[in-house]
């Protein structure tokens, strides 16, 4: 047993599962790497980590361990059961060793980790200090924050020696990137999560869009599945999460760099990024992001998260849920309820008038490209009241029926 | 036999290498991928595919074929030799079609492209051209320029479409950017090469930097050789070449960004790229690249260009070629000159006294990390001639002596 589905805990998880092991991983919050990701690519991880054969148990409280005669670990408690375990794993989150500071009457900061200026000086300015043990400040948001991570650390270490060589080279701080592979799957994020921009007090549009990592025909193919984050009338990008088989870390620093230049939704929609099949689509995955946030800002697309589909559906909401796929991916893949109807994009406009145009529609297909597209198409028919799911089925991180 | 060694014809060797055809390929320049990469990666390229069977001629100039007695080509007659071929495939640059456009009677451009606006209008503005038909603006230069990529196509498409619609969303050019794959190798650019970055009137510096794609113990890691081009004052970043067998497309997205920003050598050091084994060292290949310019720039590194040390081996130049590795490594790959002195770095202190104060000493290792290390250390010995060759011998495209 994991306990702690944060970095560490699922770098764990697939160690230990490639090993043989059955793994089992709780987490106290509702969904996996909850630092780093919001609740639908969470949910999504963690749909992955389930068809790998993980048991993955969140909104669950571990409350102590058992042993057996010999003083082993026999089993664990946690809020909601009794699990068996031979070997328990704590990942349970990181706190910086700031003993030696404390003795030495050095600030420690109100993130718990020691206070350091821009050239990493403490409150004596003739102690340094730099790594997992020392505060950063947040590039966006400019509040100190903890973000152990080797990748500052190492830039620590130039600053330091910089400024003592009288080179007074600023570090301007992070943006708490993170990026992690488990299993066959990529997580990355950096910037602003929609909760932390929310949090603070910015006002936030995001929109999910999935797409591949090259283009559709190369070997290799892999999904991606991203969120963006960005202030809702200047367009500035706020943040970003991808997660899924493909080439996520090449879009994560794509989007660092955009961060940490200050970019609009609209600049990073025009970046002349590197296409060639092995390494991406003619038009990369996250330029069809930004422009899919772009349609969304304008108006153009109208648009509905999965997790907001998924809770009006079990409070028994009553709309159409258009699914336009061909009947051979509904045979393959489908979201069984019944409020959906398949009417395949091609036949939209000629079947149009069998849809009711008093409901709401809420259209989706295999990542809602083609969703997009009957939302405009039945509004060019008239009506009045319809909408995509953003992501489609791969940003569906509930049951689906699959015959394979 | 493939004539021309462009981003097509090697795309083309690569094709017919993997399907068990003797491939040979002729270009008219110096090194392959010549409008692609400098001369020092062009070479590195070149070799590489030497080691994988292919014969690779450059400075050549196909005059004329000679078939046989069903017309089917059987030889191919160059500037140095006659060459016997089955097959011969043309890939010696494209010219856009502009016929339609020409009887239309639009406005071509200096370039030989189809002329238009940052809106995609042609000379008639109700008449629009977009794709490899039309000319772009490079962002760094500001010039037209002629770069027919299906990036930059699929934008325009966009563009088109929402001017079109009333929404004057202007394109802002290309970065001249472009990526292939080669056998196991990866070739990357954007921006300005060196060359055209002098030829603009760019005071521009320059380092070629060795690095690897990933933490260097896990699975897979890969070499990336980097060359970087910046302003020598401003440090303002003008272009990035990248080759090898690592990650080069994601280090290409990265300068992408940072160039359509306009951001500095400096910046980009900072920039808080995602760390994790599986994708990058903590401190990546780009930033590491970033920080030998900046050294270069402050006058802490003092290097020299592999072609230049051969050009002075070549012509007989009496200094001493200092090999900083490990004997080890020296046994098993090493440069065979006369001027070549090995000194592992762990003893160059304690033996810099055997090396000669007078004469220029030029140190390098596997990448030129020790060799850097080694420049350092003769300095402050009171050596006052001394170099690192940038790149170390993973930059050093000409002769070695392998024992494997």
Redesign the interface.
Same mark, same amino acid.
């Given at each position: 047993m994991v306990v702690g589905a944060g970095l560490i805990g699922l770098e764990m998880v697939e160690a230990l599962k490639v090993r043989g092991v059955q793994v089992t991983v709780v987490e106290l919050l509702d969904w996996v790497l909850p630092a780093l990701v919001d609740k639908e690519l969470g949910l999504l991880v963690g749909a992955y980590l389930c068809g790998e054969g993980i048991t993955v148990r969140t909104s669950e409280k571990v409350l102590r361990f058992e042993g057996d005669e010999h003083g082993a670990v026999a089993r664990v408690i946690t809020s909601k059961a009794e699990i068996p375990a031979d070997l328990v794993l704590l990942s349970i989150g990181v706190r910086p060793n700031v003993e030696l500071a404390q003795k030495a009457g050095l600030k420690i900061g109100t993130t718990g980790a020691i206070q350091v200026n821009e050239f990493l000086q403490t409150s004596d300015p003739n102690i340094y200090a730099g790594g997992d043990c020392v505060e950063n400040v947040h !590039?966006m948001s400019g509040k100190k924050v903890y973000t152990p991570?080797? #990748? +500052?650390?190492?830039?620590h270490g !130039?600053i330091i020696a910089d400024h003592i060589m009288g080179?007074a080279?600023a570090?301007?701080?992070?943006?708490? @990137? +993170?990026?992690?592979?488990v299993l066959g799957w990529n997580v990355?994020r @950096?910037g602003l999560s929609e909760r932390e921009a929310k949090t603070l007090g910015y006002d936030a549009e995001s929109i999910i869009c999935s797409g591949d990592d090259r283009s559709h025909f190369y070997p290799g193919v892999g999904r991606l599945i991203i969120k963006l984050v960005a202030e809702k009338e200047a367009g500035r990008l706020l943040g970003a999460q991808i997660v899924g088989p493909g080439?996520v870390?090449?879009r994560?620093?794509?989007m660092? #760099? +955009?961060l @940490?230049?200050?970019?609009t939704v !609209?600049?990073l929609? #025009?970046?002349?990024?590197?296409? +060639?099949p092995?390494?991406?689509s003619?038009?990369?995955a996250i330029?069809t992001a930004a422009?899919v946030m772009q349609n969304k800002m304008?108006g153009l697309g109208k648009s509905i998260s999965p997790l907001i589909v998924k809770e009006r559906l079990d409070r028994g909401d009553d709309f159409v849920f258009l699914d336009v796929r061909s009947p051979q991916e509904y045979e393959a893949v489908r979201i069984d309820h019944p409020n959906v109807v398949l009417v395949p994009l091609g036949k939209l406009r000629q079947d149009a008038g069998k849809l009711p145009m008093d409901k709401e529609i809420i259209a989706f297909c295999a990542i809602s490209l083609r969703g997009y597209e009957a939302q405009r198409i039945l509004e060019g028919k008239g009506f009045s009241n319809v909408k995509f799911m953003e992501g489609g089925i791969a940003a569906w991180p509930f049951e689906k029926v699959m015959n394979s």
């Open positions: !590039r991570m080797g #990748s +500052a650390a190492n830039k !130039r080179d080279n570090f301007p701080g992070v943006l708490g @990137t +993170a990026v992690c592979k990355g @950096t080439d870390a090449k994560v620093e794509i660092v #760099s +955009a @940490t230049l200050g970019t !609209r600049e929609a #025009s970046f002349d990024l590197a296409y +060639a092995p390494f991406s003619a038009m990369d330029i422009n304008k």
